[in-house]
Every structure is written in C-alpha cells, then in structure tokens.
C-alpha cells in the first residue's frame, strides 16, 4: 500500500486566520456609519459650509482685502432693514403656531382612522409638491383685485366694490394674505412629521389613560403631546429656519411692498453688491443659529421622555 505524500504546501497556514478575519469585520462594523454619513457630509461641506465661510468673508472684507465693519453698517442704516426685521418675525410668530395646530389637529383625525382619513392625507400633502413660487402664485390669483376673492364677494353683493388685499396701504391684509399662503404651503411637512411620531405612540399608554378615566382633552395634554414632543422639536426647529427665509411667495403676493430678510438679500445681490447680500445672509444664520439653541435649551428631551 502506497503511503500518501504530503508536501510543503499543504502543511502551510493560511494566508488570513479567523482572528484576523473577525478584527477586519469588527472594523469595517465599526466604520460603517461614518461611511455612510461621508456623502451627506461632503455635500454639506461643499453646498453649505463653503458658501458661509464665503458669506463671512465677504461680509467682513473689502474687495481690496481690508478688514472691515461699513457693510454690517450700512445693512442696520438700511431703509427697509427695521421693515424687513419686522416683517419676518412677524410672518414667523403668526404662521408657525397656526401651522402646528393645523397640523396636529390633521395628525389626531388621520391617526384616528376615520373613514376617508387616507383620502385626507393625499389631499393634506399636495402642497408638498407645489414649489414656493408656484404657491404664492395660486394665492396671488386668489387675492389680486381681480382675483377670486373679490369675484366672489362683488357676485354675492357683500361687497360691490373690489378690495385690494395686496395692495401696501393695507398692511394688515397684505400680511394675511401672504401668512395664509404660507401656512398653506408649509403645514403639510409638519404635519408629516406629527404623523410619524403619533404612530410610535404605544396603543397601551392611550388605554390605560382612558380606563384610569382621562378625558380626550386630558389624554391629549398629558399623554400624546408628550410622547411625540421630539417629532415636535424637529418640527419646530426646520420650520423657523425655513421661515426665516421665506422669500418667494412674499416676493410672489406683496412684491417690494412687504420686504423681508431674505428678499433684502436678493436685492442686494440684484443690484451687484455682494458684500451686502452676504450681510443679510449672515444675519438670517445668525438668527437662525441662536433660535435653534433656544429651542433645543427649552425643548431638550431626556432619553426618558423619548421612551428609550
């Protein structure tokens, strides 16, 4: 009988051991959300953080590159700049509090599942696919002195004479006009966002509160608004900043009549001085930064509360 030969090759190791193997995966385990975060990142650094170290730069600097002070100067002697403060701010405080009640109102009765509820959320979330100045656009045919408003209140006699709603004299007109288009365009992303959070709300957590005798009134204060009060600082938090810079559905209903910040940044820019522009742009990130510090100081969440 032939005895079997061994050779070199096959008493070698392996190249790769199962250690090796497993420390690799441990790594790669280990490394795999930075992974995926590193596009988002990339984007935000080449779309949004070079753009404001730019803004900086431009805000503070002269063209021959002196360091300088005159355009922050000439933003707060601006004209329109007290105006377009006001009216941002003003736009802000009136809109986002309708927003949320509107949206969590349309939360509570899509999470209610009511018959046709699924028909109200499609018909909730068409404005999310409708661009701002196309919304501003559709209430600016509502609102116009030949518009549908004044149709239907000169067919009805209530009054014979058209009103103009958008017109500056009528400054507390113009300012609803251009509130309710902007409640009606960005009430639907709140909305979504309130939807999410009512849906991870435990079904036990509801049915003890009714069999322990809370009212609807009480189970939504004490029960639902604050499981879902992260859902709500998100909320919050993206829809000042975006209304911040609201800018084309005044642009679109009021025109220069009503300036805001964002508008006044464009003008500036408009008429080629840059270094303005980028001054404005500064401000709204500045406002922007310090309003969402506030928030996140007055609406911090324990892991507790967020149910972990």
Known sequence: MATPQYTGDALAPPLTSPLTNKTFARRMESALPYLLLLPSMLFMLIFFAWPMVQALILSVRTPDGAWTMQYLERMVRDVNFTDALRNTFLIILIAIPLQFAFAIAMGLLIQA?????????????????????AAGLVWLAVFSDRGFLNSVLRTTGIMPIAFSWLSY??????????????????????????????????DDYLEAAEVFGATRWQRLWHVTLPMIRP?????????????????????????RAMPVLA???????????PNG?????????????????????????????MGR
Do not use: C, H
């Open 113 to 133: 599942k009511l018959k046709g509820s699924a028909l109200f959320l499609y018909f909730w979330t068409i404005p999310l696919a409708v661009s701002d100045l």
């Open 231 to 255: 859902s709500l600082q998100v909320a919050l938090i993206l829809r000042t900043i975006l209304a911040f810079q609201v800018f084309a559905v005044v642009i679109a209903l009021a025109g």
């Open 277 to 305: 522009a980028a001054v404005y742009a500064l401000l709204i990130l500045t406002i922007s930064l310090v309003t969402t510090g506030v928030y996140l100081r007055l609406l911090r969440t324990s892991e507790a509360e």
């Open 169 to 202: 004299e009528n400054y507390g007109t113009l300012l609803m006009a251009v509130v309710i288009a902007e409640v009606w365009r960005a009430t639907a992303i709140v909305m979504v966002i309130v939807v999410a959070g009512l849906q991870l709300i435990p």
């Open 263 to 273: 508008s006044e940044a464009y003008n500036r820019y408009a008429e080629l001085n």
